[in-house]
């Protein structure tokens, strides 16, 4: 069944990379992940990372088409290895931490952090559609269009959607057996882990992200370079890329998963 499931895992890996979804790095990158998904928590985990990645690649590439690309941001649609390991990094820790422990606190933990990516990668893509300008989070103050920190309502509930729609995958599917029998209460406590990580994403993108000008034509990016020259550092710190900031997300969402599972004693 494990071998089954890896070749599973480098088939889709491959076929996301012809479809322009992943990156070659990427596809090493999803495999690793994948990998450590299905030993540790088996074709449930597999199809719960399964759903965030269709799910957000898929929104990803249909707005694609009906909004304007956005230069302030360091990339684009295609996954690289450090995104793949931003977004499913915690998921696969969790995973094997399962594996090695057997405590199912560890399964409610990667639910959180995928239900954290997905709300993160649902809030980031639906809410450019956003009529009105986005605001800093905890501020009122604009924000550019794609800037990290920046939020606008239609993402909120675009991000509470995203998490909810992990949630009801593996509640509907009943993924892993003993999940069934729990109260309704934890899974709404585990919609809020999922919001709450890509809500923490936001307040390190705008506290800890860095931030660049370009010395040429002005412009603010998230890239060290522009127009072929190295950017002035203008905001945050140099380390903390996006990738980062997805990192403290799903974290956020691990952690608050956890704890979902130990306060319901599962």
């Known amino acids: 069944m494990t071998i089954l499931l890896l070749l599973c895992v480098v088939i889709l890996a491959l076929t996301a990379w012809k479809k322009d979804a992943l990156t070659e790095r990427g596809v090493i990158a999803s495999v690793v992940v994948g990998a450590f998904i299905s030993i540790g928590a088996s074709l449930a985990g597999l199809l719960l990372l399964g759903a965030f990645f269709i799910s957000s690649s898929i929104i990803g590439r249909v707005l694609k088409n009906v909004i304007a690309d956005n ?35 560890w399964l409610t933990g990667l639910i959180g952090s995928l239900a954290a990516a997905n709300s993160d990668t649902w809030a ?61 209460l934890m899974w709404l406590i585990l919609i809020v882990a999922g919001y709450a990580g890509q809500y923490s994403d936001a307040l390190a993108g705008r506290f800890l992200q860095s931030l660049y000008k370009c010395p040429h034509c002005g412009a603010i990016t998230e890239k060290t370079t522009h127009c072929l020259i190295e950017a002035d550092l203008v905001k945050g710190f140099p380390r903390v890329t996006n990738d980062v900031v997805n990192v403290v997300g799903t974290f956020t969402g691990l952690v608050i998963g956890m704890l979902t599972g130990y306060l319901f004693n599962i």
């Open 124 to 184: 980031s893509s639906i809410g450019k559609m956003s009529p009105s300008p986005p605001t800093l989070v905890l501020s009122r103050r604009l924000a550019l269009p794609g800037q990290s920190g920046g939020t606008t309502l239609l993402g909120h509930i675009a991000g509470l959607l995203g998490s909810t729609f992990i949630i009801l995958f593996a509640f509907s599917v009943n993924l892993f057996n003993f999940l069934g029998e729990m109260p309704l």
């Open 71 to 105: 230069s302030i941001e360091d990339k684009g649609e295609t996954r690289d290895e450090k995104q793949v390991l931003a977004n499913g990094g915690m998921a696969a820790l969790a995973s094997l931490a399962f594996l090695i422990t057997g405590e199912n606190l």
